[in-house]
Structure formats: C-alpha cells, structure tokens
C-alpha cells in the first residue's frame, strides 16, 4: 500500500517562493501517476497539477501556470511542487495523491502541508 508524505509549506510573504515534496514508501511509485491539490479556508479542495508515471506529461490550472512546477523522481520515490512568485491567493492546505491509471481515482493521499502566503 503506497503511503505519501508532504512537506516543505511554511509562511512566505507574497512573490517568495516554496518547495513542497511528497515522499512515497510501500508501493511502486514509478508506476503512479501524481497529483498536488490545494484546499483554501472555506472552499472546496482543487486540483492544482498534475504529472504522469514517467513524468512525460504535465498539467496545471490556469493560475499556478507559469509560476508552479511538478516533477516526479523515480528514483528517489518523490514528487515536488516548485512553486514561484507565490500569492496570498495560493494559501491552502496542499496535498499530494497518486492514481494507479487515468480511469481510477487518486487515491492514496498524503496529510496535507499548509501554505500561507502574507500581502
């Protein structure tokens, strides 16, 4: 059973710049695709990026484009989210999740990282 980890928010002021990571153990992450989400105060969770097994292909939403960044290693069995220029906007809980192929839900998901980006 693959189990995921995040780490990396903390408290930024606006235009700084975060790393989150999420550490997978107990299964064949190589074989996953992965997702970040976000869930801000009193809004529902979004789908901020997402990257498949091999990393070949990525997708973001429409306002981290440009300014976030997913990647996948293999082989240190971890997926990150580079995320720049950051706004009060992007303040959120993130969580990571993977999903075993495009017809499945994500699932596992990781506890969550928080983010809070100052004005």
């Known amino acids: 059973q693959l189990q995921l980890v995040e780490s990396g928010g903390g408290l930024v002021q606006a235009g700084d710049s975060l790393k989150l990571s999420c550490a997978a153990s107990?299964?064949?992450?190589?074989?996953?695709?992965m997702g970040w989400f976000r869930r801000a105060p009193g809004k529902e969770r979004d789908l901020v990026a997402t990257i498949t097994w091999n990393g070949g292909r990525t997708y973001y939403r429409d306002s981290v484009k440009g300014r976030f960044t997913i990647s996948k290693d293999n082989a240190q069995n971890t997926v990150y989210l580079q995320m720049n220029s950051l706004k009060p906007e992007d303040t959120a809980v993130y969580y990571c999740a993977a999903r075993a192929s495009p017809t499945t839900d994500f699932s596992p998901w990781g506890q969550g990282t928080q983010v809070t980006v100052s004005s």
């Open positions: 107990g299964g064949t992450f190589s074989t996953y695709a």
